[in-house]
């Protein structure tokens, strides 16, 4: 079975651009999680989507957004890029059995954004 | 809210030593705990979880037992090589609609 792929693996924007980060999870995988991860704050969750929706939200600025499809793809957004932007953003997927902590979640190789 | 404490590093070790990283944890109820890897330039790997006290999770030689009584989860393995080095993320995941929850990470470099 294919992991989590994301796309593209490295981008270099300029401030005050946008960018849209794209996401396919594992076969089968419903839930779709995403995590900014930069040396001085760590892994931080971002947002979770099931079935198209959003069922979790972490604390970001409105600036970040995301959307997920019906096959279960997502994309993650991020406007009027701001240096502090710059991280690997992670993609994560699992199965969905009603919020069990059973859950296991599996990540993606990342997407590299640098804000010049 | 849940947390996740891990020992500071960086740790270096020589090779075919004895690993230990502390991982302890806050949490409310009964949360599961995993243990990720992740190697230069990738995204994390799942190395091994517990999702219940006393249980033992093992991988590739590490292991990793949840102690409820002392709120901890401290990543062991025995003979380290020199692919070992990597930076590891100690995480929970508590009941209901609550993302992971990661430790600060701790970096790890094994010398032949």
């Known amino acids: 079975k294919a992991g989590v792929t994301q796309t593209p693996r490295y981008l270099i924007k300029t401030r005050g651009q946008q960018v849209t980060l794209s996401c396919s999870p594992i076969?089968?995988?419903?839930?779709v999680s995403w995590y900014q991860q930069t040396p001085g704050q760590g892994l931080q969750f971002l947002f979770e989507y099931f079935s198209e929706t959003q069922r979790n939200k972490g604390n970001f600025p409105g600036r970040f957004s995301g959307r997920q499809f019906s096959n279960s793809r997502s994309e993650m957004n991020v406007s009027t890029l701001e240096l502090g932007d710059s991280a690997l953003y992670l993609c994560?997927?699992?199965?969905?059995?009603?919020?069990?902590?059973?859950?296991?979640?599996?990540f993606g190789p990342g997407t590299r954004l640098t804000v010049l | 809210g849940d947390s996740v404490t891990q020992m500071e590093g960086p740790v270096t070790l020589s090779e075919e030593a004895f690993l230990t990283i502390n991982c302890t944890y806050t949490?409310?109820?009964?949360?599961?705990l995993f243990w990720y890897v992740q190697y230069p330039g990738e995204g994390l790997q799942l190395l091994l979880k517990a999702t219940k006290a006393d249980d033992k999770g093992s991988n590739k030689g590490f292991e990793a037992t949840y102690r409820k009584e002392t709120t901890s989860f401290h990543l062991e393995k025995g003979s380290v090589q020199v692919s070992d080095s990597a930076v590891y993320f100690c995480?929970?995941?508590?009941?209901?609609?609550?993302?992971?929850?990661f430790g600060k990470g701790t970096r790890l470099s094994v010398i032949a």
């Open positions: 949490a409310t109820g009964y949360p599961s």
């Open positions: 995480a929970l995941l508590n009941s209901g609609n609550t993302p992971l929850v």
């Open positions: 076969s089968g995988h419903r839930s």
């Open positions: 994560a997927s699992k199965t969905f059995t009603g919020g069990a902590r059973t859950d296991t979640q599996y």
